[in-house]
């Protein structure tokens, strides 16, 4: 019959190991709700990084790298997400925070203040490294809009306040939001001009 010592330790051992990792979609960027769907991770993970030029600008080359030779704003994405949901965009700005888990998003601030929006890939495929704070993002995915539930809001906001320390009363929220993140097929980060 097994200690109390060893049911105590077997049953830390089985918290450690169901921890969550990063996904698809993401702890970050979606509610602990039943309701939404998670997306399996990538079979294989690509190669992460190349120095090279992406539609001939300089700097380190994520995923597929850039394409797309004319940016939309993030001011403009952001006051219409429902123009551009679903279509392939290159957006710009500074990285402002990278996922400390798994690397596999960053967040980017726009010309305005308040302005980010995050820059999500599928655990493996991309990996960027948390000194990419700072940087000059080049962006390009898909847009991809999640819409919340109050109640799914409401987690969201608790989860974000005890995981990041974010300064928000979850129960002041009176209505639902919407979430605007770029699902991302490649990316360039240099120095900041």
Do not use: N
């Given at each position: 019959m097994p200690s109390l010592r060893t049911a105590a330790l077997s049953g830390v051992l089985c918290a450690l190991l169901a921890l969550?990792?990063?996904?698809?979609?993401?702890?970050?960027?979606?509610?602990?709700?039943?309701?939404?769907?998670?997306?399996a991770p990538a079979e294989a993970p690509a190669e992460t990084t190349a120095e090279a030029t992406t539609?001939?600008?300089?700097?380190?080359?994520?995923?597929?790298?850039?394409?797309?030779?004319?940016?939309?704003?993030?001011?403009?994405?952001?006051?219409?997400?429902?123009?551009?949901?679903?279509?392939?965009?290159?957006?710009?700005?500074t990285v402002t925070d990278v996922c400390p888990?798994?690397?596999?998003?960053?967040?980017?601030?726009?010309?305005?203040?308040?302005?980010?929006?995050?820059f999500k890939v599928q655990d493996g495929v991309m990996v960027f490294p948390m000194d990419a704070k700072?940087?000059?993002?080049?962006?390009?995915?898909v847009v991809h809009l999640q819409e919340l539930s109050l109640e799914q809001t409401r987690e969201y906001l608790a989860y974000q306040a005890k995981e990041y320390g974010k300064?928000?009363?979850?129960?002041?929220?009176?209505?639902?939001?919407?979430?605007?993140?770029?699902?991302?097929?490649?990316?360039l980060l240099r120095d900041p001009e």
């Open positions: 969550p990792a990063c996904s698809k979609e993401s702890t970050q960027d979606a509610p602990p709700a039943a309701a939404l769907t998670k997306e539609a001939g600008e300089e700097g380190t080359v994520y995923g597929d790298g850039v394409t797309e030779t004319e940016a939309v704003p993030m001011a403009t994405l952001l006051d219409d997400p429902a123009a551009y949901a679903g279509k392939t965009v290159r957006v710009e700005g888990k798994r690397g596999c998003w960053f967040e980017m601030a726009g010309e305005q203040p308040g302005q980010k929006l995050r700072g940087k000059h993002a080049v962006a390009q995915g300064d928000v009363d979850p129960e002041s929220v009176t209505e639902p939001m919407t979430i605007v993140r770029l699902d991302g097929t490649g990316a």
